[in-house]
Nanobody
Framework: QVQLAESGGGLVQAGGSLRLSCAAS????????MAWFRQAPGKERKFVGG????????YYEDSVKGRFTISRDNAKNTVYLQMNSLKPEDTAIYYC??????????????????WGQGTQVTVSS
């Protein structure tokens, strides 16, 4: 079992940057498929990006490609989401998720068993 805790959210102007952290405890993040999702008010939780366990390939949702970068620091047992060139439409609660299995798509929230509490990101225009 793993516990996840996100941090780093906040209010930023359009064009700015934020780095979110997802600190894991219990087991190493390298043992899990890891992903970031986000949920805007009144909308479904959507995939942002993720990676399979021990995987080197990282996958992103089209609207964040080239702006967001996911990385994993095994020594700190932490996954990061670096967000650059932020837009108002990026405003959402951002969640970190983990799965001990091999997600079929990696992009469906139902494939992930463990979730953090979320961190709010607000981008002003």
């Amino acid at each position: 079992q793993v516990q996840l805790a996100e941090s780093g959210g906040g209010l930023v102007q359009a064009g700015g940057s934020l780095r979110l952290s997802c600190a894991a405890s219990g087991r190493t993040v390298n043992s899990y498929a890891m992903a970031w999702f986000r949920q805007a008010p009144g909308k479904e939780r959507k995939f942002v990006g993720g990676m399979h366990r021990r995987g080197s390939n990282i996958y992103y949702e089209d609207s964040v490609k080239g702006r967001f970068t996911i990385s994993r620091d095994n020594a700190k047992n932490t996954v990061y989401l670096q967000m650059n060139s932020l837009k108002p439409e990026d405003t959402a609660i951002y969640y970190c998720a983990a799965s001990p299995d091999v997600p079929y798509t990696l992009r469906a929230s139902g494939e992930f068993e463990y979730w953090g509490q979320g961190t709010q990101v607000t981008v002003s225009s």
